[in-house]
């Protein structure tokens, strides 16, 4: 898939089928995400990768937002041994980019951390950044919801020449 397209065709989409997903696709998702350059290269990202159903489904309890994550093939949850948020973006959207190119979707969801951090035993000292569901989209319900329909503000809103 062209770079370009695949980064801007990318959308966040949450309704899988009750498909796996190939191991040496998790796998490549996992090496994207250990790829993704960090500062000083300090490489803060771990990953908890939760198969299950039964631990799908724990996650998915935890947020009427994000129930979808039961229904995902694989969750992943980025956590931090050292808190920096711009290194766990570029390492989230490097393993959906790499997962979109293998036709898999995916959707980051907010969960409440503490709970999170409970279920998973995940040590006080390390920082729980991002959760995000893995799987392939089911066709039949591929189109977003209405209230999130891929809006995105004009380029000349976003955009200042030189400076403010
Ligand atoms: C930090 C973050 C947290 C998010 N949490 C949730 C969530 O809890 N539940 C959910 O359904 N979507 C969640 N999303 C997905 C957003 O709703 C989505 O990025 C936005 O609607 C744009 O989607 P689009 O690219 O398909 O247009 C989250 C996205 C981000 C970046």
Not at 87 to 103: E, F, H, K, P, S
Request: hydrophobic share 40%; with cysteine; charged share 25%.
């Amino acid at each position: 898939m062209d770079l370009y397209r695949g980064t801007i065709s990318k959308r966040d989409r949450r309704a899988f089928l009750p498909q796996p997903i190939p191991e040496e696709s998790l796998r490549r998702i996992l090496q994207a995400g250990r790829m993704t350059p960090s500062s000083k290269n300090a490489e803060p990202n771990r990953f908890i990768v939760v198969r299950s159903p039964e631990g799908k489904q724990a996650l998915a309890d935890l947020s009427p937002m994000a129930r979808w994550l039961a229904d995902a093939a694989v969750v992943i949850v980025i956590a931090q041994v050292n808190e920096h948020p711009f290194d766990a973006g570029r390492c989230a959207q490097n393993m959906m980019l790499a997962a979109w190119n293998d036709g898999i979707g995916s959707c980051p969801a907010h969960l409440p951390e503490e709970r999170v951090r409970e279920l998973l035993g995940i040590p006080p000292e390390v920082f729980i950044n991002r959760v995000i569901g893995f799987g392939y989209l089911d066709p039949e319900r591929s189109g977003p919801p209405p209230a999130v329909a891929r809006k995105r503000k004009p380029l000349e809103e976003l955009v200042h020449e030189e400076r403010w």
